[in-house]
């Protein structure tokens, strides 16, 4: 009889060590760098890994640079790779990260980190089911320290912490920093345009819009 009660209670003792160590495997977030050596808190949101910050990095995953393009008409002209700051100010670089053009995306050395990826249009609209009612609200931080009043709806309970970065048209000016936050999918809409999702500083929502290629946006990645 003895026996049989420690048998039972080692055994119920490993099936609870085995189960908590997965939950622990499993919402604990280990942080990602970049070939420049930037490194990325993450978070798990709704079964899929995030960074929990935009893509800062100027080099491919090979190492080749990204070229930094701040004149307005050499953007306006751009068929390849390049990146810039909100209104070329370096400051804005550790709080919004880097804005990219999509060929930058699309280019065959890799702007992902290794064993990451850049968000697929499926993966936003999974978020965006997955968190219901008030999504934009849950994915943007609190507070108007970035975001404009009211910043509508703010929670960020999914730990996003979305942020205002705005984006560069494609005419090279800059727009809506403060105001929206905007985001790249990898996913094409057509030749022209890529699938992008923004968070509003005047809703609780998140929005979907086809954006030129040439436009300048922020970057989230997934882990693969």
């Known amino acids: ?86 209104q070329n100010n370096t400051a804005n670089g550790p709080i919004y990260g880097k804005l990219y053009n999509w060929y930058a995306l699309n280019d065959s050395r890799g702007l992902a980190p290794t064993g990451w990826h850049i968000a697929t249009y499926q993966e936003w609209m999974e978020i965006y089911t997955c968190l219901g009612d008030n999504v934009g609200g849950k994915m943007k931080e609190v507070g108007t320290i970035h975001w404009l009043t009211p910043n509508t709806g703010a929670t960020n309970e999914s730990s996003f912490t979305g942020l205002p970065n705005g984006f560069r048209s494609i005419n090279g000016t800059f727009n809506f920093l403060g105001k929206y936050g905007y985001w790249w999918s990898s996913t094409e809409h057509s030749s022209t345009e890529m699938m992008t999702f923004d968070l509003n500083y005047n809703s609780g929502n998140i929005s979907t819009y086809n954006v030129n290629k040439i436009s300048g946006l922020s970057v989230r990645c997934v882990k693969d």
Do not use: H
């Not at 949101?45 to 929990?52: E, V």
């Not at 190492?63 to 700051?85: F, H, K, M, R, S």
């Open 1 to 86: 009889m003895k026996k049989n009660i420690l048998f039972f209670t080692l055994l119920a003792f490993s099936l609870y060590s085995c189960s908590n160590s997965d939950s622990n495997e499993n919402n604990s977030n280990v942080d990602v760098t970049d070939i420049d050596g930037n490194t990325y808190q993450t978070v798990n949101i709704c079964d899929q890994t995030w960074m929990k910050s935009n893509l800062n990095v100027s080099k491919y995953r090979n190492g080749d640079e990204i070229p930094q393009v701040t004149d307005a008409t050499q953007w306006a002209n751009l068929t390849t790779g390049a990146w810039c700051y909100y």
